[in-house]
């Protein structure tokens, strides 16, 4: 294979500029990375060699235009590790971890490159730029200095090792999760073994395993979520509950080359050497430095605000869950594959309401049309399907997006289903960002979910909890989609890490508006809109099980914290130090976490949620407070608040402040008692 027949060096003048997927293997990254990289640096190195003094055009603007190769391999490469990979993939990833690494220390080190942007810097304000010129030279600053760019050489060089070696780690926990979580099937195998499950949890089962090419009449439970959850809320078995539950809560935790408990001691180790080089006394307060809350304490009074009411309401509930075993006859204590078991069967006792009845209303399809809707009510966006333009897998489907006046506003594309070569979890990315430095393509935005596939024939039905996450990805993609600023560094989500969740949480809203319900959540085999009935009982429930919820999730981001805390240069063994933290704050062993160390991958398979697991409850003061404006304007439909969201946040990028973006939308700060409120944590 030469460059000339590297499909990944070629133009890609396929549709909408997407790659030619088809003709991609996984050997052709190397040599185009290699490529690539080469590239970047001649563009690096020609603007720090200019004899022209710096100036934003020549230096700043060029910078963000520079790599487009990179970038567009980049985007391509993560998006097929991520959601479609393979051996040979893996094995490239591998490869490629600490080269790539290095290649962005030699970025955000070079001397002379970087002595033209901070001398900008050091006269920004008298070089009459506009506000987002503005911005943009601020963030390359901040992001040269965050990198090492002022490091002592010895240090510089220091800093290099410690990066590239995190991009390994980094790297080798994924794959770990990945592998623990492909690997592991429940094989049901007899009516016995199946009792209790509804036909949903079955016919899911069943495709599991004909996917995974087992034998007739045998059904497989997987550690995707859209199974494991289902499969502790119905199965009668209480023995294989445990069984499920222990297999998903101990990914990464055993002996073997899956084993992940080495891998995020080193990467805690090398966190804190990496912000003891910047000066700071633990990684959490580098990580911080560049966020909206800015320090350990005020993170820290978030959640401390919510553990102890949280645990409250989650002990009233735990004695309620008890109350329910008692009456059913069964004497044993309640455990943690025990709890969705019995809420389930409580919330049908206190709300005459189960995830059975619910379900049929919530088809794939119909909720896939529902968020388009919503887009299109609020902000004039069409998507039209193109079913002739092919995907990276399958799964894919493609959409064209519209502006209201039927121009061209990018392309959407949609992979919900969980699949062995896929990361588990839901998540957006782009293959392209918006942009009109240097980029004269639409942008690419892609949404990811992990859903458990219909059988062939019928619809794939989503639970209330899986339609939310289709609808706070899809603000994600409207965050991408919506983007309207000139530089790439500014555009869509690469906004500071706990403001980058409102967009998709307050999208979060209209999923469970009685309006988009009516219409939308309508039951797949008579179309049938949902009940009025079911709707009033769905709102009565509504707060049912938060306390177990919001402990759940506040547990972990407690121990992110704890874990990125400390000061010591050796990271600890993380499963006892994840005990003896938990312990310390009164975790109920029959809650458990959303996440633990072992399989964190927020926190571990790379840096970009490390110390910052709290960002989802940061955001949700920001999304329950800003959706408060539609509803103070009488609608969750009013346009000019949803035109205010746009100019203010959706399109801004990180073209401005995030504090300030906030304030221009809603008036002030955020206030947190609508999410308190929202969590049933306020006193009644």
């Not at 949280?310 to 594959?337: D, N, P, T, V």
């Not at 530089?487 to 890490?497: A, I, K, M, P």
Request: with cysteine.
């Amino acid at each position: 294979m030469t460059n000339n027949t590297n499909p990944l060096l070629q133009a890609w003048d396929g549709a909408y500029g997407l790659p030619p997927f088809a003709a991609i293997e996984a050997e052709h990254f190397e040599p185009a990375f290699e490529v690539a990289l080469a590239e970047h640096r001649a563009e690096l190195d020609a603007i720090a060699a200019q004899s022209e003094p710096p100036s934003f055009a020549n230096t700043l603007a060029a910078f963000d235009r520079s790599g487009r190769l990179l970038a567009r391999l980049e985007h391509l490469f993560y998006t097929l590790t991520a959601s479609a990979t393979s051996p040979a993939l893996q094995a490239a990833q591998r490869a490629l971890a600490a080269p790539l690494a290095a290649h962005n220390n030699a970025v955000y080190m070079h001397a002379e490159l970087f002595k033209r942007v901070d001398a900008l810097y050091e006269e920004r304000q008298a070089l009459g730029l506009s506000p987002e010129q503005l911005r943009l030279l601020e963030r390359v600053q901040l992001d040269f200095v965050r990198a090492g760019a002022k490091l002592a050489p010895a240090a510089q060089a220091r800093y290099a090792q410690v990066m590239e070696r995190l991009a390994e780690l980094n790297t080798a926990f994924a794959q770990n999760v990945l592998a623990d979580e492909s690997g592991y099937q429940l094989l049901l195998k007899s009516e016995a073994e199946l009792a209790g499950l509804p036909d949903f949890v079955r016919a899911a089962a069943r495709q599991a395993a004909q996917d995974r090419g087992l034998e007739a009449g045998v059904h497989a439970i997987t550690l995707s979520r859209s199974h494991i959850v289902p499969f502790l809320t119905f199965s009668e078995r209480r023995d294989l509950r445990e069984q499920a539950w222990r297999a998903w809560v101990g990914r990464g935790e055993h002996a073997g080359t899956s084993d992940n408990r080495a891998i995020a001691q080193e990467i805690l180790s090398l966190r804190n050497e990496q912000a003891r080089l910047h000066g700071h006394a633990c990684f959490a307060d580098y990580a911080l430095a560049d966020t909206m809350a800015g320090s350990r304490q005020a993170v820290m009074g978030l959640l401390d605000r919510v553990w102890e009411p949280a645990k409250a309401a989650a002990e009233s509930e735990r004695q309620a869950l008890i109350g329910q075993m008692r009456a059913l006859g069964h004497a044993f204590e309640l455990e943690a594959w025990d709890w969705r078991f019995y809420a389930e069967k409580l919330r049908k006792a206190r709300y005459d309401l189960e995830e059975a009845e619910i379900k049929p209303y919530f088809p794939l399809d119909a909720m896939v049309e529902a968020l388009f809707d919503c887009a299109n009510r609020l902000f004039g966006l069409r998507f039209v399907a193109r079913p002739e333009v092919a995907g990276y897998h399958a799964d894919v489907k493609v959409y064209e997006v519209q502006n209201a006046d039927g121009s061209p506003r990018g392309l959407f594309l949609h992979d919900n289903f969980a699949r062995p070569t896929k990361r588990s979890g839901a998540w957006m990315n782009a293959l392209r960002w918006q942009a009109r430095n240097g980029i004269d393509a639409l942008p690419v935005i892609l949404n990811n979910n992990n859903f458990a596939k219909g059988a062939p024939g019928e619809p794939t039905l989503l639970s209330f909890d899986d339609a939310r996450t289709l609808f706070h990805e899809f603000g994600h993609g409207l965050h991408g989609l919506l983007s309207n600023v000139e530089f790439e560094r500014l555009s869509g989500t690469q906004v500071l890490r706990d403001f980058v969740e409102l967009p998709s949480q307050i999208f979060e809203h209209w999923m469970s508006e009685p309006e988009v319900l009516k219409k939308h959540a309508r039951h797949y085999k008579t179309g049938e809109p949902i009940p009025d009935a079911l709707l009033a009982k769905l709102k009565a429930a509504e707060l049912f099980n938060q306390g177990y919820e919001t402990v759940r999730y506040t547990a972990s981001a407690l121990v992110d914290m704890a874990a990125h805390s400390l000061t010591e240069a050796e990271g600890p063994e993380v499963v006892d130090f994840e005990a003896r933290t938990m312990a310390a704050y009164g975790l109920p062993a029959a809650i458990g976490m959303n996440h633990r160390l072992t399989h964190f991958q927020h926190l571990f398979s790379g840096s970009s949620y490390a110390a910052g697991y709290y960002v989802y409850m940061w955001a949700e003061v920001l999304d329950c407070d800003g959706y408060e404006a539609f509803v103070e304007a009488g609608s969750p439909f009013d346009r000019a608040t949803a035109e205010r969201l746009v100019g203010c946040i959706l399109s801004a990028g990180n073209s401005r402040e995030p504090g300030e973006a906030f304030r221009a939308f809603r008036g002030r700060d955020a206030a947190v008692e609508p999410m308190l409120r929202g969590r049933g944590l306020l006193p009644a």
